[in-house]
């Protein structure tokens, strides 16, 4: 018999579904859907979509409510984001399905750049043109739809050599560094300091044919070697402060004339996150916004 579960939901802005799904991803909470769980449910107001986790029923404790209600709770000191105060959890026991696979229903493959995103049991036909990427939609991997995975995406896409080597910091579910390596990069090394992610990112690797290709580590920048210098790009998908206390740090690994690509910064924190980019070195190309997002694209002299 199949287990019951307990779905984990909110309203959320569009612009945060990727870090609000991930802070659902909680100890026992399976895979992350996006939208209306049945067309019977309202439809949520401009500009704000529902956001959905799921736990089997016996592991829905009070002690996880309590921890996904706090983490919820503290998006907005965590990230400085007003929009982000007050979502309201709701947990609601569903009859026994597979609901590990429902963002199924509402996922389609995506487009950004020359990159077609689908899934692995993907069947259709896609244009000669297309870069086909697998992903698997959840938690651990997002959807690829938000606006700083896209930014970074349409960088690499324009900025990858065939046999560049680049380095992916903060690197998460090792999106952009097997990016990175489907457009011909011959080493993509990618770090971050969730060792739990580490797992996805080699899976998502071999999905796409370029594990070997790909290597990725836990740690922050202190996980790399003398010989993990030199790279021909840096990539940083990462929150804006990071961005400023690392980026002499990315700066440092970078080749003269080597290309880099930043995102994760709200446009509210662009000026002070341009003025480390600079401070560091780099030269700021392109900048380029997406809804409330920056993402910077520029080179080291």
Same mark, same amino acid.
């Given at each position: @018999?199949?287990?019951?579960?307990?779905?984990?939901?909110?309203?959320?802005?569009?612009?945060?579904?990727?870090?609000?799904?991930?802070?659902?991803? !909680?100890?026992?909470?399976?895979?992350?859907?996006?939208? &209306?769980?049945?067309?019977?449910? +309202?439809?949520?107001?401009?500009?704000?979509?529902?956001? &959905?986790?799921?736990?089997?029923?016996? $592991?829905?404790? +009070?002690?996880?409510?309590?921890?996904?209600?706090?983490?919820?709770?503290?998006?907005?000191?965590?990230?400085?984001?007003?929009?982000? %105060?007050?979502?309201?959890?709701?947990?609601? %026991? !569903?009859?026994?399905?597979?609901?590990?696979?429902?963002?199924?229903?509402?996922?389609?493959?995506?487009?950004?750049? /020359?990159?077609?995103?689908?899934?692995? $049991?993907?069947?259709?036909?896609?244009?000669?043109?297309?870069?086909?990427?697998?992903?698997? +939609?959840?938690?651990?991997?997002?959807?690829? #739809?938000?606006?700083?995975? #896209?930014?970074?995406?349409?960088?690499?896409? #324009? =900025?990858? &050599?065939?046999?560049?080597?680049? !380095?992916?910091?903060?690197?998460?579910?090792?999106?952009?560094?097997?990016?990175?390596?489907?457009?011909?990069?011959?080493?993509?090394?990618?770090?971050?300091? $969730?060792?739990?992610?580490?797992?996805?990112?080699?899976?998502?690797?071999?999905?796409?044919?370029?594990?070997?290709?790909?290597?990725?580590?836990?740690?922050?920048?202190?996980?790399?070697?003398?010989? /993990?210098?030199?790279?021909?790009?840096?990539?940083?998908?990462?929150?804006? $402060?990071?961005?400023?206390?690392?980026?002499?740090? @990315?700066?440092?690994?970078?080749?003269?004339?080597?290309?880099?690509?930043?995102?994760?910064? =709200?446009?509210?924190?662009?000026?002070?996150?341009?003025?480390?980019?600079?401070?560091?070195?780099?030269?700021?190309?392109?900048?380029?916004?997406?809804?409330?997002? /920056?993402?910077?694209?520029?080179?080291? +002299?």
């Amino acid at each position: @018999m199949a287990p019951a579960w307990t779905e984990i939901a909110l309203i959320a802005p569009v612009g945060w579904l990727e870090l609000v799904a991930e802070t659902l991803s !909680l100890g026992p909470c399976s895979s992350v859907a996006f939208g &209306r769980p049945s067309l019977a449910t +309202p439809e949520p107001p401009a500009g704000f979509e529902w956001v &959905r986790a799921y736990v089997i029923e016996d $592991d829905d404790t +009070p002690a996880l409510r309590a921890q996904v209600e706090a983490a919820v709770g503290g998006l907005a000191e965590l990230t400085g984001a007003e929009e982000l %105060r007050g979502l309201a959890v709701r947990f609601r %026991r !569903l009859p026994a399905e597979d609901y590990a696979t429902s963002w199924r229903k509402s996922w389609k493959p995506l487009r950004v750049a /020359d990159f077609a995103i689908v899934p692995r $049991d993907f069947a259709g036909a896609l244009r000669p043109t297309d870069r086909r990427l697998v992903l698997e +939609p959840g938690g651990a991997f997002g959807t690829g #739809r938000h606006p700083t995975t #896209r930014g970074c995406l349409r960088a690499l896409s #324009r =900025l990858v &050599r065939p046999g560049d080597r680049v !380095l992916d910091a903060g690197c998460g579910s090792g999106i952009l560094a097997v990016g990175a390596a489907l457009c011909g990069a011959r080493a993509a090394l990618g770090f971050d300091i $969730d060792p739990t992610a580490m797992p996805y990112a080699r899976e998502l690797a071999l999905w796409n044919g370029v594990v070997e290709r790909c290597e990725f580590r836990a740690g922050t920048f202190e996980c790399l070697g003398p010989a /993990d210098t030199g790279f021909d790009g840096v990539l940083a998908n990462i929150f804006a $402060d990071l961005i400023q206390a690392h980026a002499e740090d @990315m700066a440092a690994r970078l080749r003269p004339g080597g290309w880099f690509a930043f995102s994760g910064c =709200l446009d509210k924190k662009r000026y002070p996150t341009v003025a480390a980019i600079e401070e560091a070195g780099l030269v700021l190309d392109t900048l380029h916004t997406r809804g409330q997002w /920056d993402t910077f694209v520029g080179h080291k +002299p």
